[in-house]
């Protein structure tokens, strides 16, 4: 079902309520929407501070801003996640090799 002039949402019906399909897409939009929002805020900024020739500003902008994204990055624990998608990768793996060995089985009883 199609509401005239909102195409991007798609509603659908489930037991007496109406049900949301793509929350998701949704979602995405907000985090890309904001994610250009900052982009484009800290261009106008650093723009506006070159324009007043604020370098001293600038260079303390800047220098805080990579200090920052270091102490983000020594926080955040990307071994330990890489081994999350690695034991979940081999676990889909096997999942996928027990599928195969049954099916080939039961090919196997047919022919």
């Known amino acids: 079902m199609r509401v005239a002039g909102c195409h991007h949402f798609q509603v659908q019906r489930a037991e007496g ?3 949301r399909r793509n929350s998701k897409s949704r ?3 907000e985090r890309r929407y904001r994610k250009f929002a900052w982009i484009f805020g800290t261009s106008a900024i650093v723009v506006a501070l070159l324009n007043w020739e604020q370098a001293a500003v600038l260079y303390v902008l800047s220098t805080l801003a990579i200090s920052a994204l270091l ?3 020594m926080l955040s624990n990307l071994e ?4 999350e998608l690695h034991q979940a990768a081999l676990k889909k793996m096997d999942t996928r090799n027990a599928e195969s060995t049954v099916s080939a ?3 196997k009883e047919v022919a």
């Open 17 to 19: 309520g109406l049900v």
């Open 27 to 29: 979602k995405g939009l």
């Open 80 to 83: 330990a996640r890489d081994q």
């Open 71 to 73: 102490v983000i990055v």
């Open 105 to 107: 089985a039961a090919q």
